[in-house]
């Protein structure tokens, strides 16, 4: 069983900036494709940042030029700094892990989520 623990979230006024991050833990064996997702209230869960194993990465329209995302393979770590924020950045921010474990199948883990308020 692979386990995703998430940190960095917080309150932040507009303009500030976070940098969260995403360890997983477990029998990994390799990691394939990291990503981080938000959902505000009310609205359905998007896809902010992703980066695949050779490091290609692609960005939500909205946080592009603001956010950037990248991996540690070492660590099976994804961290996601955000500079530049603005309040409608609020939202819960999930980290999503997708891999395989040793002698056995795929697994496709999420974080337990962290608040992300931007507010002055």
């Known amino acids: 069983q692979v386990q995703l623990v998430e940190s960095g979230g917080g309150l932040v006024q507009p303009g500030g900036s976070l940098r969260l991050s995403c360890a997983a833990s477990?029998?990994?064996?390799?990691?394939?494709?990291m990503g981080w997702y938000r959902q505000a209230p009310g609205k359905q869960r998007e896809l902010v940042a992703a980066i695949n194993s050779v490091r290609r990465t692609n960005y939500a329209d909205s946080v592009k030029g603001r956010f950037t995302i990248s991996r540690d393979d070492v660590k099976n770590t994804v961290y996601l700094q955000m500079n530049s924020l603005k309040p409608e950045d609020t939202a819960v921010y999930y980290c999503?892990?997708?891999?395989?474990?040793?002698?056995?199948?795929?697994?496709?883990?999420w974080g337990q989520g962290t608040q992300v308020t931007v507010s002055s």
């Open positions: 477990g029998s990994i064996f390799r990691v394939n494709n």
């Open positions: 999503n892990i997708k891999g395989t474990v040793v002698i056995g199948p795929q697994f496709d883990s």
